[in-house]
């Protein structure tokens, strides 16, 4: 049973607009959510998270939105650039298993100049 | 500052061979992990350790060892390798294993004949 889940592969925007990245979780345990950046052939890297204790959370063009009682967060990119484009995992861990995230499949986002 | 770093880069091995992926980092790190992603797939926790010393198992550990003698260092044994150990390898590290962002190497991708 998939505890985290992105149910979108891929996402397609254009530049300069708003790019919406989904994520469910199961887990009711879970209190820490991140997501990172992946381009082909590095490692992922942190962009942005979210605790339990907060529905919001913004860092320049990025916000993470957290709806606990729906068990969903999303991404958003505002404007949407060309650099955007990689993959993007939603990970979540709680406090008694910090550390140990569990990760989405990922999703492609392509922002088309 | 180097962060976290992977050697080999790229490996192919015959199955049944064993061999050990490297992983170091140099930012005084207690927590260090090993993923596998899959195509498609996002990460899963193979192994992890809390501090030199200390290791633990993760979601998928079967057909690996680890080991953490110092701080700095968490390799990855692959004691004998099998084709569905066919994957990209990620070593990531955080401050500790409290609720906070990782940081990845760059992978080692593996495949296994």
């Known amino acids: 049973d998939q505890q985290v889940k992105q149910n979108s592969p891929s996402l397609s925007v254009q530049e300069g607009r708003i790019s919406i990245l989904n994520c469910d979780y199961t887990n009711s345990m879970f209190d820490y959510f991140l997501w990172y950046k992946k381009y082909p052939a590095e490692g992922p890297t942190f962009l942005i998270s979210i605790s339990s204790i907060k529905d919001k959370n913004e860092d320049g063009r990025f916000t993470v939105f957290l709806n606990k009682s729906a068990k969903h967060l999303s991404l958003h990119i505002v404007p949407s650039q060309p650099g955007d484009s990689a993959v993007y995992f939603c990970a979540a861990s709680d406090r008694v298993n910090a550390g140990k995230s569990t990760f989405g499949d990922g999703t492609t986002l392509t922002v088309k100049p | 500052n180097a962060g976290v770093t992977q050697t080999p880069k790229f490996q192919v091995l015959k199955t049944g061979q064993s061999m050990t992926l490297q992983c170091a980092q140099d930012m005084n790190h207690e927590y260090m992990s090993w993923y596998r992603q899959d195509p498609g797939m996002g990460l899963r926790l193979i192994h992890y350790?809390?501090?030199?010393?200390?290791?633990d198992q993760g979601e998928v550990p079967n057909g690996y060892n680890v080991s953490r003698s110092t701080t700095e260092d968490f390799p990855l044994r692959l004691l004998s390798a099998a084709p569905s150990q066919t994957s990209v390898y990620f070593c990531?590290?955080?401050?500790?294993?409290?609720?906070?962002?990782?940081?990845f190497g760059d992978g080692t991708r593996l495949s296994i004949l």
């Open positions: 350790s809390v501090g030199a010393g200390i290791t």
């Open positions: 990531a590290s955080s401050r500790d294993s409290s609720n906070q962002p990782q940081h």
